[in-house]
């Protein structure tokens, strides 16, 4: 049996771009599932003021987005909305305690939360995918 030449080329450029399609959609799949998880790690982390005014408001601020997807690439962000934000440093890292003269040195210790989500999507993301694809069976 003979084969055209260009009929060949043309059928091997549509079947690897049906697999280059097929990673593709895996891996914002596994980029999106992932992200899911390391909120939600962030979130067990988290602390929680009990008493006081806050009551929680930090930790069911934090949520994740999409900051840019196009057909091969995506970025989600977890992040604290609304103000809280700003609390996001103070409290992975610690801070000194307000009221103490500057030389004091009262510091109210670090909790860190986001390191472990950080973490997990530094080790899951590439197994997830290589998973997904077929690569770890």
């Known amino acids: 049996m003979k084969v055209n030449i260009d009929a060949f080329a043309y059928t091997f450029r549509e079947m690897l771009k049906e697999y280059t399609d097929d990673v593709a ?3 914002l799949e ?7 998880e ?6 067990d982390h988290a ?3 009990k008493k006081g005014k806050r009551k929680g408001k930090y ?6 987005r999409t900051a840019y997807e196009s057909l091969t690439e995506k970025r989600n962000v977890i992040y604290a909305s609304d103000k809280e934000y700003r609390l996001t440093h103070l409290l992975e890292k610690g801070h000194a305690k307000v009221g103490v003269p500057r030389n004091g040195k009262a510091r109210v210790e670090a909790r860190p939360h ?12 590439p197994k997830r995918v290589k998973k997904k694809i077929g690569g770890i069976k």
């Open 25 to 27: 959609l895996k891996t």
């Open 30 to 36: 596994s980029v999106d599932e992932v992200s899911k």
């Open 38 to 43: 390391a909120k939600k790690i962030v979130k």
């Open 47 to 49: 602390p929680v003021e």
């Open 59 to 64: 930790k069911r601020s934090i949520s994740v």
């Open 114 to 125: 986001w390191k472990y989500g950080d973490e997990y999507i530094k080790s899951e993301l």
